[in-house]
């Protein structure tokens, strides 16, 4: 959509922006690491360069050379201020398919107010115009001053695993009042909106094997199992014709939303045709009977991330597949446990391996379990009145259908009340081809940033 | 295995098919088209070179410049002799995938008996044998020769559309008394056998389309449909739980084999055990409670060559997949139409396709019926006898799961009785990575062509 907002960030801001955005941080891929370890020395020069403390940190033990680091600063307060911890992540998503981008995919560039890059928003965009609103704060503001911890992750989008051992290690020197973070999104027309809840995730690969290699689908056809074929069916196995999940006790104990937080929840929420809109498919995912409020944040999901197995090139090819492969990952809602539901799914998968194919789970990430926040928590109000300042309308709450796994940790570490109050609307295509953010989400983080922070030392 | 016998091609021969080997013919993938057409040049000169006079054709109108030449040719003999149709293609399978070749495919290799190389065997190291035993009996005869037309497609793996396009305009000029065809596979521990069936063979591609692009599987999980699960349901749809074909009406009509048919088929036939030493795999493809024999000779299949959908790299990446891609394979056998097969399974996928997604079927190749010859034609038993002569175990009929589309075609517009022998085995593993024909087999063949050209004229 074109932007009319004439406001934009100064122009030292927008050029920071745009060179953190061409670090190419894809987090989970080690041949990024070099990108993401430069990224970090990036930012902590930029946190010392507004008086904080800052050192990269890798987490104690095993496999430091693969692990990003996480930027840690301290910015110290007056006496009897409260302590802020800030996280963000300067992780991306790997960029793929490449040739859907219309532009470099991490060349940030700007187009009627929107600028189009990997990581434009998520979190990149996101976190640094929270920085740029706390560094105004701090040139501007009279009086004393709260103390900032910032926590900037390089794994969050693939399980901020080296970020959890960390905090774990750091333990009290993470304690604050209140735990900020900037990865969310607003409701529809860029309504603030303050998250009361986030959904958990886990990720995990499942891998199949038939035969020792491909074989002619003509000498061997109806003799030898197809493992496409079988993936297919092991995939479809996870589902009931209704689109409700059919691993027996994966939603056993789930915790459904009070009247009130359903109630809060419908009135943020978009139009059936809004999703159509924005997605260019109806939206009839998951669960029939359900609404799309319902199914996204208080419902669980077993969603696959790809399947590959077999021939795709020109032409054809007559085999039958010897092997393949099916990424995967989970969303929880509260009350569900993600390693219980990973053992049934693991058990749910066995059961269905088809005959004669050997069955193999690799590479699970996360384990995150769901998060949901009482609405009545001072912190909450507060946030209320300063967005309130910014936007008429006032703030709404929302339950997130993503994942923020490190929020719930970090929570417990630190002590502190979480507040999530983001940006982010679905034209910005996070996690897929020309993602991008524009001007006036940006300038929006940037004020509640101050704002909030103003009000933190009220 | 490791083969014993020290027989082997002399060095002009070996030569040349090494030489034949080199070219790239994969003739599905218009990138080789150019690697084709050096291919066809070289078989034509060889041709030539044996005294028959030889072109290169290609279909009348429409994608001639993306069609892999046909080599035809022609060596006159006496009045009165038999006319000889020989078939064979020296168009190959894609290589890959190619990280599972012990050796560069496209280079010949030698390992204790056995040549490495993509087409080793199917089908340029069978019609390769087999020409060079034509020549050796034309250069030794005594007396009358027959008259031999040559038909060396570019197209057999991939359909053969150019070739019967050909056939059609020929007609009259490929008239013959048999059409011979060295393309098949021998019994079990190289026991010489006659085709006496072939399944018949289309191959197509499914698109199927969601969102307009990956969609975040946290905000947009349980809202918008997966192409990825899509797709898995679409082609777990296609089979029961037994392994029959769910598509109604697809075995319709089907002519079972005879007792006779039936009774030499298993006769034939290589045990479970066997089939799970060659491929790795139990033979537990297809329907369940049917022999090997039955499953693969006399039932028709409908095997997935091929799946990709999403994300399929390093790690994780949450994304729901906006699109999915499948490719297919139906082997038919007497009794049913290809094409009223293609408009049952079309009208299964269109009405399982899931809510909200969009379904493509494209690149339809093939639509070559199954093939069964009569067991008592004189020349199969003309071939018998040079058979026995060549191995005293003598030759068994076999009813062969693999197709070769244009023979039927050939058949009807040359008036000629097909004979379908060949000396393929399983461990040739064609189509596969490391895919190799032994001396032991290319010399089987060349003795053969000998063998029965002389029988003919006799």
């Known amino acids: 959509m074109k ?74 307060g007056d006496e009897g201020m409260p302590t802020i911890l800030f996280y963000g992540h300067y992780d991306v998503q790997p960029p793929d398919p490449l040739d859907e981008w219309l532009t470099p995919p991490f060349e940030p560039t700007e187009k009627e107010g929107r600028i189009y890059c990997r990581g434009a928003q998520d979190d990149k965009g996101q976190f640094f115009a929270f920085l740029c609103g706390m560094r105004a704060f701090f040139a501007s503001h009279q009086g004393s001053l709260p103390t900032v911890k910032f926590l900037l992750d390089g794994q969050e989008e693939s399980g901020s695993e080296g970020m959890a051992r960390i905090a774990a290690d750091m333990n009290d020197r993470l304690r604050a009042d209140v735990l900020l973070v900037c990865d969310t999104s607003a409701a529809a027309d860029l309504r603030p909106a303050i998250i009361a809840g986030l959904r958990g995730v886990t990720h995990f690969t499942v891998l199949l094997n038939a035969a020792e290699s491909d074989l002619h689908s003509g000498r061997y056809g109806g003799i030898v199992p197809n493992a496409a074929q079988g ?154 009145d300063v967005l309130g300042e910014i936007d008429p309308r006032g703030a709404v709450f929302q339950w997130d259908g993503a994942s923020i796994p490190i929020v719930s940790t970090l929570a417990r570490v630190s002590g502190a009340a979480p507040l999530l109050v983001g940006f982010g609307q679905g034209e910005d295509r996070i996690h897929s081809p020309n993602e991008s953010f524009s001007w006036r989400q940006f300038m929006l983080s940037r004020r509640w940033a101050a704002g909030m922070l103003a009000a933190l030392c009220g």
Chains 1, 2 share one sequence.
């Open 231 to 384: 993936m297919a069916e092991l995939m479809a196995s996870l589902h009931n014709p209704d689109g409700s999940i059919a691993v027996r006790g994966f939603c056993d104990g789930i915790v459904p939303p009070t009247d009130e937080e359903l109630a809060a929840a419908e009135t943020a929420a978009m139009s059936d045709g809004d999703y159509a809109k924005e997605t260019g498919v109806e939206p009839v995912g998951g669960e029939h009977g359900l609404s799309v409020t319902m199914r996204n944040s208080f419902r669980p999901t077993i969603e696959v991330n790809g399947i590959h197995s077999g021939y795709g090139g020109p032409g054809s090819k007559t085999v039958i597949p010897c092997s393949a492969l099916a990424k995967l990952s989970m969303r929880f809602v509260p009350g569900q446990n993600p390693s219980t539901c990973m053992a049934l799914v693991e058990r749910h998968l066995r059961q269905h391996t088809p005959k004669g194919m050997k069955l193999r789970i690799e590479a699970m990430t996360g384990e995150a379990p769901a998060m949901r926040l009482p609405l009545k928590s001072p912190v909450f109000r507060l946030a209320a």
């Open 3 to 76: 932007e009319t907002s004439s406001e934009r960030p100064n122009s030292q801001e927008s050029a920071e922006y745009f060179e953190l955005l061409r670090f190419p941080t894809v987090g989970t891929d080690p041949l990024h690491l070099k990108d993401c370890v430069q990224c970090a020395m990036w930012l902590k020069t930029w946190l010392e360069g507004i008086g904080a403390e800052a050192r990269l940190l890798l987490p104690e033990g095993g496999g430091l050379s693969a692990t990003p680091p996480v930027v840690f600063g301290e910015r110290k």
